[in-house]
């Protein structure tokens, strides 16, 4: 089941898509991507992750972008943040 995306950053963190690696090159195990950035709302004050590293319309569905969450693991997006690491998740499990 797909459910909406919430911009929560997990499917970067979790692997570096082939735009990720032909623009940037190899990125170690569960850092960020160069081309994921944080942005918040300056109205609301939420915020979320988008990606720098498409560069037209193509990209974006390529890669699904925004397409929704269909992945079971994902608690990420029970609580959006800015992260420094996929270790950056330890207070779900742990908290």
Known sequence: MTRPCVGCGYCCFSAQCGLSYERFG?????????GLKWVTNRRT????YVCTAIRNP?????LAIGAGCCSGLNTWRLNVRERKSVLDNAEVFYG
Do not use: M, T, V
């Not at 004050?45 to 979320?48: D, L, Y």
């Not at 193509?58 to 390529?62: G, I, L, M």
């Open 45 to 48: 004050g939420k915020g979320r």
């Open 58 to 62: 193509f990209d974006a569905s390529e």
């Open 26 to 34: 190899c990125i170690a195990d569960g850092q960020r991507c160069p």
